[in-house]
């Protein structure tokens, strides 16, 4: 058994060994990366259910020297801080597309950008925030702020001071993969919240599963009572999209429009839909 032991001791050794040598060698390339802007941002058209329009965009990281999905790389960009500079570059750069867009006369509702909750830690985030919007003259309003819910959960007083000063300097804030954390639904009073994305996990099922439709409903419900808007993440097909406008949600987004585009085929998009 002492034999035993020692091996599998080795063994989690090496392994953890491993991985941590894979960690720092995906850190490194990710350094490399943002020096030689390497990566990109791409924006998933977010549309409008009452008047089938495409009115919004959610901006999302890629990679594209890499097969990596975002999933697989900030988590480590996490762990290692870097994901200060990465957010201050995607902040910014998703900026600047509004504002291109903007000046070319296409108006865009809303953008929405996707932030860790040790960007909002950090101290100086919201100022950098607020001096970025308006030096492009991005009202504030029009930037929405997605948080994951699982972070939410680790709320801690500075997290919900932080949320409070943004909702004051007029962002707009949304909880992102809600329905994914199992958390108390108390949390929603207590911040200041514009939209509930609802996970995509509960619009699979919402047409062949009468318990999934009934959660969803009842989501939508509550969502409604709090003067909160619904975006349905994970649209794909159109009797999903039917079947959301009938309960009254009022975004959606998904594969059933578009995956994210890069910029310049979200311009052509948004061009087709105005020519249409
Ligand atoms: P998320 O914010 O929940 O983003 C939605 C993800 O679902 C995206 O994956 C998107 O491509 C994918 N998706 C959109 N529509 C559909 C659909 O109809 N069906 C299916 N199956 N998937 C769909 P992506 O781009 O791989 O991003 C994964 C996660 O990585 C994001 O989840 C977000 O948590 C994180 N992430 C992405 N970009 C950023 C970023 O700029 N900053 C931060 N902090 N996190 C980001
Ligand atoms: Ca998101
Ligand atoms: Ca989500
Ligand atoms: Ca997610």
Known sequence: ARQTGRNTLDYFSEESARRAQEKWHLERQMTEALAAHDFQLHYQPIFDL??????AAEALLRWPSTQLAPDQFIPVAEETGLIH??????????????????????ELTYLSVNISVLQLQQPGFIDQAISLTK???????RLVLEITESILLQTSPNVLSQINRLRQAGYRLAIDDFGTGFSSLNYLKQLPIDYLKVDRSFVEGIIENNQDSAIYRAIVDMAMAMDIEIVAEGVE????????KQQGVTFAQGYFYTQALPPEKFTL????QSEA
């Open 50 to 55: 009452d008047s089938n329009r495409c009115i």
């Open 85 to 106: 500079p990465m957010g201050n570059w995607i902040l910014s750069t998703a900026v600047r597309q509004w504002a291109q867009w903007h000046d070319e006369g296409r």
């Open 135 to 141: 030096q492009y003259h991005l009202p504030p309003g």
């Open 237 to 244: 097909t159109p009797q999903q999209m039917l079947w959301l």
């Open 269 to 272: 998009y948004l061009n087709a």
